[in-house]
Nanobody, 119 residues
Framework: QVQLVESGGGLVQPGGSLRLSCVAS????????VEWYRQAAGKQRELVAR???????YYENSVKGRFTISRDNAKNTVNLQMNSLKPEDTAVYYC?????????????WGQGTQVTVSS
């Protein structure tokens, strides 16, 4: 069964760091665009960062210079390194990926991982 699993969330103090991972498993032939979203309580889900299969990267303005997205195609993994965290980064973080199954791309969401930034 194909699935995306996020990990790495937790509680961290302001100014701290966390590294989120998104791992795709199952009968996957390849991975296309992968995105990290977040959803804070009472707010809409928003795009945080995106990385294409060729390595083109996009960051939402509020995380530029603090977050770094990277991918390891050999391990079917995309990471989100989050530094200088702020209370406003508190949210559930979701991974979204286009996975190549046989010859067609399908879109998948992970289950989410909670990030809480608080002193």
């Amino acid at each position: 069964q194909v699935q995306l699993v996020e990990s790495g969330g937790g509680l961290v103090q302001p100014g701290g760091s966390l590294r989120l991972s998104c791992v795709a498993s199952g009968m996957i032939s390849g991975i296309g665009i992968v995105e990290w979203y977040r959803q804070a309580a009472g707010k809409q889900r928003e795009l945080v960062a995106r990385i294409s299969s060729s390595g083109v990267i996009y960051y939402e303005n509020s995380v530029k210079g603090r977050f770094t997205i990277s991918r390891d195609n050999a391990k079917n993994t995309v990471n989100l390194q989050m530094n200088s965290l702020k209370p406003e980064d508190t949210a559930v973080y979701y991974c979204n990926a286009n996975l190549l199954l046989q010859r067609t791309y399908h879109n998948f969401w992970g289950q989410g991982t909670q990030v809480t930034v608080s002193s």
